[in-house]
């Protein structure tokens, strides 16, 4: 690259970075040192070491979080992605009412996940719900059954929500991905006889691997924190039995345990990256 | 043929399956608040339309409305405008510091805003944030920029860097030929950055718990959360018809600007 001048163009980079710094570096070095106490968010701290994180491992509130925020991503994350590009595959090419069902389907995205884990309590609550009192006029009497009571089946039912809602998020991205893909290359496949599934396994699936990244990442992420879905469809409950590590954090900060709640974030940080970092390397080797 | 009717029809039941929650809701919002589910045929509503001045009036939904949408525009606007100008210097000059602040980015990918929000409050109170609007709008952006800053760097990378050279030559600087020529081109990328960011910002509500404690600033999750809390399933012809309307503007944002989701996201956006 030749040599240019400095100028304004120079510093282009620091306005996004000094705003990131101030808002999220900051906070991130301020959150280790507070974990590190047990501060309540009022009296003045004092150092308590390591003393949050060995307490967190001891609570079985917190161990049975992590059980619910892993089984929730470990149903959601792997299952969004093969909806989403099921979806994908389904709906590239040409047919009618291309535009309007890409839309469709698109639509419960954009909609906040509470009012959605509002809208899904109300169809699928026991005995009151819609889909139990429509049973019931059908002749089925017991309805749905008190499934909020199991705890595999209202992680079934969260993780169902979930993917219901973002399907279309995650299908989108596999769409840009699949146009991304020459038509020359699926033409000579088929040229040396290549059926449909080799295509798929020799073709597709290799080239879309940038979206593939893109997709297990966010969908990691965004399933490892998740909060509002959880809040409006079960509150955590019954008990704390489906309780996500985020709604911890939220309840510990407010119930004036604000050294512990941030030490709480730094083990979910870990948490977070180690699959995230692992769908990356495994992601990178493959392009 | 007959793998194309199975296509067509697979596509109906995934659109059926994708609008059925949205039925409920128009028809629950349409029920006379004295209507028992169990009588009558389940599917179709009372029209009872007063539900929805009830709503209006019984939430405090409309200044969420205008909260939600004064905190999203702001936060977009600093995304696009900041995060475009990262963009620009980071893929066009080799400085130290703009890969150092690439990589930075890059890596805080991976953190999600929601673990920082306990210290990030102590900082709101500090420089008077908690409350305000643009303190939110401050947060969201800076949760979405890392995101941002790669997509548009990916996409700046992708245009020749002939198009700004030629207007240097004119006698332009470097910074003023990005106005001129790069941002105007980058349009397809900001498209899909808005849209894919926008909806989340409007509807959040992890961190709006933290920063937006007072009833005035409540954001549209929150206000139907204490909403839906008040009258804890008693109601719910009320509170499905105050979800449409909260509901309502985000359909209409999407309706106006979903065209340029797909073709800003083929255009660069996913090839990274």
């Given at each position: 690259m030749r040599h240019v001048k400095t100028g304004l163009h120079t510093f282009m980079a620091f306005p996004a970075f000094l705003l990131f710094a101030l808002f999220f570096l900051w906070p991130l070095a301020q959150g280790i040192g507070m974990s590190l106490t047990d501060w309540d968010g009022i009296r003045a701290p004092s150092f308590v070491g390591l003393q949050n994180f060995f307490s967190f491992f001891k609570d079985s509130r917190a161990l049975g979080d992590i059980k619910t925020t892993l089984l929730f991503t470990l149903g959601s994350a792997p299952l969004l992605n093969l909806v989403g590009l099921g979806y994908a595959l389904l709906m590239d090419g040409e047919f009618h009412g291309k535009g309007l069902a890409r839309v469709i389907i698109y639509l419960?995205?954009?909609?906040?996940p509470l009012i959605m884990g509002y809208i899904w309590y109300f169809l699928?609550?026991?005995?009151?719900?819609f889909v139990s009192q429509a049973m019931m006029q059908w002749?089925?009497?017991?309805?749905?059954?008190?499934?909020?009571?199991?705890y595999w089946l209202e992680m079934l039912v969260l993780i169902l929500v979930n993917v219901w809602q973002y399907a279309g998020m995650t299908m989108v991205i596999y769409l840009a991905g699949l146009q991304g893909i020459p038509q020359e290359l699926y033409e000579s496949a088929k040229m040396d006889g290549a059926g449909y599934s080799s295509r798929f396994r020799y073709v597709t699936l290799p080239l879309l691997i940038p979206s593939i990244r893109i997709n297990v990442v966010t969908n990691i992420i965004g399933s490892l924190s998740v909060f509002d879905i959880i809040m409006s469809l079960t509150d955590g409950g019954p008990g704390y039995a489906t309780e996500s590590l985020g709604i911890y954090i939220m309840r510990m900060c407010y119930g004036s345990k604000t050294g512990y709640s941030t030490a709480v974030a730094m083990i979910m940080f870990f948490i977070i990256l180690v699959p995230v970092v692992i769908s990356m390397r495994l992601t990178q080797e493959r392009e | 043929m007959i793998s194309k009717i199975g296509r067509q029809a697979a596509i109906l039941f995934i659109c059926a399956l994708c609008l059925t929650p949205f039925y409920i809701l128009l028809t629950l919002s349409l029920?006379?608040?004295?209507?028992?589910?169990?009588?009558?045929?389940?599917?179709?509503?009372?029209?009872?339309?007063h539900n929805y001045i009830d709503g209006w009036v019984k939430s405090q939904i409309g200044t969420a409305i205008l909260n939600s949408a004064l905190i999203t525009l702001f936060a977009l606007a600093v995304i696009v405008v900041l995060g475009t100008m990262a963009a620009y210097t980071i893929a066009r000059f080799d400085y130290k510091f703009n890969k150092a602040f690439f990589w930075i980015f890059l890596c805080s990918m991976m953190i999600p805003g929601i673990i920082n929000t306990v210290p990030l409050y102590t900082l709101m109170i500090r420089i008077n944030a908690i409350n305000t609007l643009w303190g939110m709008a401050l947060v969201c952006a800076t949760n979405v920029l890392p995101s941002s800053v790669f997509i548009f760097t990916g996409f700046v990378r992708s245009l020749p860097r002939e198009i700004e050279e030629s207007a240097i030559i004119d006698g332009c600087s470097w910074f003023a030929a990005f106005w001129r020529i790069t941002f105007p081109l980058l349009k397809p990328s900001i498209a899909a950055v808005a849209i894919l960011n926008g909806f989340g910002i409007w509807n959040n509500y992890a961190q709006a718990v933290f920063f937006l404690q007072d009833r005035s600033k409540h954001n549209i999750p929150q206000a139907l959360s204490v909403y839906f809390q008040q009258f804890a399933g008693a109601k719910w012809h009320l509170m499905a018809a105050t979800a449409v309307i909260a509901v309502i503007p985000v359909i209409c944002a999407f309706l106006l600007f979903q065209k340029s989701l797909l073709k800003g996201l083929t255009e660069g956006a996913v090839k990274g």
């Open positions: 419960p995205a954009i909609i906040s699928l609550q026991p005995d009151r719900g002749g089925f009497s017991r309805g749905l059954g008190d499934w909020m009571n199991e | 029920n006379k608040p004295t209507r028992i589910l169990s009588e009558g045929n389940i599917f179709i509503p009372d029209f009872h339309f």
